[in-house]
């Protein structure tokens, strides 16, 4: 049972709210929305703006071998992340399709208990309605929607390998190509196109974060589920920026901890940042906080003698890197989360409520 429990005294916590933001680990099924769109919806896409986006393979000659070898560029940019171990293919592509949408299921939180018929059904669903097969001679437009990637090697190139457009629901995919990918980097694909679809309705306008995602799910090692040890934690937390309908709403688990010091310790674990649903472990800790902090923070302590309090954390992830919060708390007023980010402007949110266990 949980206890709605407002971050400021006259504010009115709202179960419903929270709950609709997904804090109670629901996530949007993007392959489901995307194929039925094609069967019951007809010119603009509900989800908002977008246009079309890009997935592209990482192309090396190597004459002195006699090969040339063709893979995708999460697939490339993954096996290069040494926090991680990528799986290799089963040169099954069903048996990957399945194995990477278990992982991410497992990563959300889910379990992984989602039948192989399910998996199967979202497979045949993308193969048979959602791709317009490519057969040449001219290759795919080139999207140069990457954003920062990896310096590729002397003899390797980016090539289009697909074009997902938002209005209709259509993925453009070069036959030939997929036809030189193995099973893993056809799989990858496909989940690329997913994630990339609903980044570009946050206005997301290039695939860095979406090919960030997908290696999160190649990997066997390395990737812990951002809701991993909820258990441990008092209160899931929601804060949102009503200015930034897209962007600024953030979900994430809290503790406090008294310390010997006489001070408090705040952990923070987010299962959301900015719009966008993580699959992987991301936490914040917030140290030296005075013994009233928990006052302030819950909008109980008006006594405005009381300074307000301030603090910074890293944030601690293997696959977001250069992100760092503060958290401020005013007396008689809301505590705000304020997302820096380099070369991006700062986002500040305002936490709307909690539920405790």
């Known amino acids: 049972m949980y206890k709605c429990i407002p971050l400021l005294k006259f504010h009115e916590c709202s179960y419903k709210e929270i709950k609709q933001r997904g804090i109670m680990q629901s996530f949007l099924i993007l392959l489901a929305l995307m194929i039925s769109s094609l069967v019951h919806a007809q010119g603009e896409s509900a989800m908002g703006a977008g246009s079309s986006g890009g997935g592209m393979v990482v192309v090396c000659n190597h004459p002195s071998v006699g090969h040339t070898r063709i893979e995708l560029l999460d697939v490339y940019e993954a096996r290069k992340n040494k926090a991680i171990k990528v799986v290799e293919s089963t040169n099954d592509l069903n048996q990957d399709f399945i194995r990477m949408n278990r992982n991410k299921s497992l990563l959300q939180g889910k379990g992984g208990t989602e039948t192989n018929a399910y998996f199967e059904n979202q497979l045949n669903g993308i193969l048979t309605k959602l791709i317009d097969w490519h057969y040449g001679p001219d290759p795919l437009e080139f999207t140069n929607d990457q954003g920062q990637m ?208």
């Open 150 to 357: 990896l310096k590729l090697p002397v003899g390797c190139s980016l090539v289009q390998a697909a074009i997902f457009h938002d209005k209709p629901h259509k993925m453009v995919v070069d036959f030939n190509i997929w036809n030189q990918l193995d099973s893993l980097s056809q799989a990858a694909l496909l989940i690329h196109e997913e994630f990339y679809f609903y980044q570009r309705q946050l206005g997301i306008k290039d695939s860095a974060s979406a090919r960030n995602l997908v290696g999160q799910v190649l990997a066997s090692k390395g990737a812990v589920s951002a809701w991993k040890g909820q258990e441990k934690f008092n209160y899931k937390c929601f804060a949102r920026n009503h200015a930034l309908p897209r962007t600024g709403t953030t979900d994430f688990l809290l503790n406090m901890t008294k310390k010997e010091n006489g001070f408090v310790e705040l952990n923070l674990q987010f299962v959301s940042l900015l719009g966008q649903d993580l699959l992987t472990l991301t936490l914040a800790t917030f140290k030296g906080l005075p013994l009233n902090f928990s006052n302030i923070m819950y909008g109980l302590e008006t006594n405005t003698d009381y300074q307000e309090t301030a603090t910074t954390s890293e944030l601690k992830s293997t696959f977001l890197k250069g992100i760092s919060i503060d958290f401020l708390t005013f007396p008689g007023k809301s505590s705000k989360l304020i997302v820096r980010e380099k070369n991006k402007s700062p986002v500040e949110l305002e936490i709307k409520g909690c539920l405790e266990n």
